[in-house]
């Protein structure tokens, strides 16, 4: 066992690593890693199950660092046991542009970062989705292959934020014991004393959510083991309240907010070094310390090894799905059985809400991929998440495939991202359209991240009806497709929303949303193609007669608005034609041809859409036409509502040819 001394002199080399790194940079959060480098230490000497040169070992132990401000923290464990990308010229770069070692950790810059943790509470939210994923992983393929821990750091800020409340009432009901979260409990924010703004006993909140939680002294490394100990042992998840000081060994600042995001200044890490007994220069570890933290590197080699062993031995079946699952490819008939789907929904032609299409394609789905992982946020009913595949995962059973999320937007959305980072899942999880507000923090997240969260949102505009303005979405898409690298799908009809579902779950760094009906949707898709059309983000539904004098952009509920209107125009002697438009992201990426045929030439240009016009110019161009929103909805039937606001063929029928008229 590591001495007392040893693990002081181990723990120092973060503090110092961090607060020159800060002080290098001229900018970040030094007292995070200076109070809780005890924290770290423990955990990554003693417990944590890694190995530096197989970072993506699919049976690591997951850290993650939810209080993200204290980034220096992880970075420097991250140099010190050996990540052969986190280089001391790394650290030498800290929030410089281009470098690993940004402001807050980001997934994919360097490895070992498990999650973006920038907003306060996130990390702590999608450690829920980690933790459940490893129990649905473990049900699946047994403790030979999946047996690990999430831990979390995370500090006032992420239990203050609200959906931390989310995260943690989920977690303790779904008893994820292998979840395990240190509270840097330093009573202070960027404003002075968390006594400002709060008051909250954690410990009991944590208890009333069905957790496990007790107080410890953050600096001594035999309380903070024995907790860790006892946690692992639990038949809950557990909370340690670490009672630590922020910027602990800094002269003057230690214990205040002066040590919480900015740099300390070189009198105070000046008396830091001479507090610790730290003559060594900056960026410089001494050579039997840095042995010390390589040689814990190392230790969970055998780990791996051993785990390897038992995954090469597994039954081939079970290692083949378990490598298949772990890379994130589809089952190889994927693709088929979505043709065939297809090929059936033209030939029934059914008339259905594309909520009830986007239930009829997770059945075929789902029971060709049996990795999905469904949910809803208290909406399962409405959002048609449920097929006959994914039963309720519950304390008892997590060898099922539905999650009950109840009524935690936020939650559920981070908590799909957790289960996506995990590996081995595809998660999606439904709301009504409008509460994407709830959940956008986590979607835009996602985004940013690039990695594979399915959000299904359903009750897509006005024609929901009666519940009015306050469910009835209609900035929401235009908010969403603002998203980078996000995949807003709003389907036509039953074909279409097979193929939006089939593009969701082959992209694997672009995470999704379907925006999906409450009424009935005719299928405009009778002829068979083989070719998933949506793919293309807008293409050609209905030709016009002869040279086109009209053409219509239609998304949705609003594609039958865009035929009815054609037909009208036809009639009238002006050549129409309608275009589909299930995905702006897709379409902006084609080839400049294809998308200069789709938009074409016709000197009438029109965009049927229950929401608002934001986002549609560049199809129609600033003078064209726009049939849709210019205002909040209002309460009453789906009959009264679309002509009340004019969203109607006769409509877009009438305003083309006022257009036409007046040429």
């Known amino acids: 066992m590591t001495s007392r001394e040893q693990h002081d002199r181990m723990a120092n080399a973060i503090r110092f690593l961090s607060m020159d790194a800060v002080e290098k940079a001229n900018s970040g959060h030094p007292g995070l890693p200076m109070g809780c ?9 003693r417990f944590l199950k890694y190995d530096p040169k197989a970072p993506h070992w699919a049976d690591r132990d997951r850290f993650i660092l939810s209080a993200g401000h204290g980034s220096m923290l992880l970075y420097s464990l991250l140099h010190l046991t050996g990540y052969e990308d986190m280089t001391i010229d790394q650290i030498k770069h800290f929030r410089q542009l281009g470098s690993k070692t940004a402001g807050h950790p980001e997934y994919g810059h360097a490895t070992g970062i498990e999650t973006t943790t920038g907003p306060l509470g996130q990390g702590l939210a999608n450690s829920v989705g980690f933790a459940l994923g490893e129990r649905i992983m473990n049900a699946a393929f047994g403790n030979d292959l999946v047996d690990h821990y999430t831990y979390v750091l995370a500090g006032d800020g992420c239990l203050m934020e609200g959906v931390s409340q989310e995260a943690i009432a989920l977690a303790g009901h779904l008893k994820l014991n292998k979840l395990i979260v240190f509270w840097d409990n330093n009573n202070i924010s960027i404003d002075g004393p968390v006594s400002l703004a709060d008051n909250t006993d954690q410990v009991a909140r944590f208890q009333a959510s069905g957790w496990n939680a007790s107080h410890i002294d953050g600096t001594d490394s035999e309380a903070i083991a024995y907790a860790i100990e006892a946690a692992r042992h639990s038949d809950k998840p557990t909370m340690i309240a670490c009672k ?13 907010n002066k040590a919480h995001g900015s740099p300390l200044g070189p009198d105070e890490i000046a008396g830091a070094r001479k507090f610790f007994n730290w003559d060594s220069p900056p960026f410089e570890i001494p050579a039997d310390i840095l042995d010390a933290w390589r040689t814990a590197g190392k230790a969970g080699v055998k780990a791996r090894t051993d785990w390897e062993g038992r995954l090469a031995k597994a039954d081939p079946k079970l290692k083949a799905e378990f490598e298949r699952r772990t890379s994130g490819k589809l089952p190889a008939n994927f693709d088929s059985v979505i043709a065939d789907y297809k090929k059936k929904l033209s030939a029934d032609k059914p008339k259905v809400a594309t909520r009830k299409s986007s ?148 992209s694997e760094k672009t995470p999704s949303t379907l925006a999906l009906t409450r009424q009935n949707l005719p299928t405009v898709r009778t002829e068979f193609t083989e070719k998933n059309l949506s793919s293309q983000g807008a ?106 606001f004019g969203i109607t063929a006769e409509a877009a029928a009438k305003a083309a040819e006022a257009r036409l008229q007046g040429r």
């Open 359 to 506: 239930e009829m394609a997770l059945e075929v789905i789902n029971g060709a991929v049996p990795e999905t992982i469904g949910g809803s946020a208290d909406l399962t009913g409405s959002n048609n998440t449920k097929t006959s595949q994914t039963k309720n995962i519950t304390p008892d059973d997590y060898g099922q495939r539905y999650v009950h999320y109840g009524i935690r937007e936020h939650g559920m959305a981070a908590a799909i991202n957790g289960l996506t980072l995990h590996g081995g899942l595809i998660a999606y999880g439904g709301t009504f359209m409008c509460f994407s507000d709830y959940a956008r923090p986590s979607m835009r997240l996602a985004s940013l991240m690039g990695i594979r969260s399915i959000f299904v949102m359903t009750h897509d505009s006005i024609g929901l009806g009666e519940d009015g303005p306050t469910h009835q979405p209609v900035e929401h898409m235009a908010a969403l497709r603002a998203i980078p690298n996000h995949n807003v799908f709003r389907p036509a009809d039953a074909v279409e929303t097979a193929e939006c579902w089939q593009i969701a779950l082959e």
């Open 37 to 45: 480098a005890d924290i770290a230490t423990v955990l990554f000497t």
């Open 539 to 644: 293409y050609e539904l209905a030709a016009a007669s002869g040279e086109a004098a009209v053409t219509i952009f239609a998304t949705g509920s609003e594609v039958e608005i865009a035929l009815g209107a054609r037909d009208l125009l036809e009639k009238h002697g002006h050549p129409t034609r309608v275009v589909s438009v299930p995905c702006f992201e897709l379409f902006d990426k084609q080839s400049d041809a294809y998308r200069k045929k789709t938009i074409g030439d016709a000197p009438i240009k029109m965009a049927i859409e229950a929401g608002i016009r934001q986002g549609w110019d560049h199809l129609i161009g600033s003078d064209g036409i726009f049939i849709g929103m210019t205002g909040f909805g209002a309460s009453g039937t789906i009959e009264q509502l679309y002509p009340h």
């Open 244 to 256: 630590t000081t922020i910027g602990f060994g800094a002269p003057t600042k230690a214990g205040t």
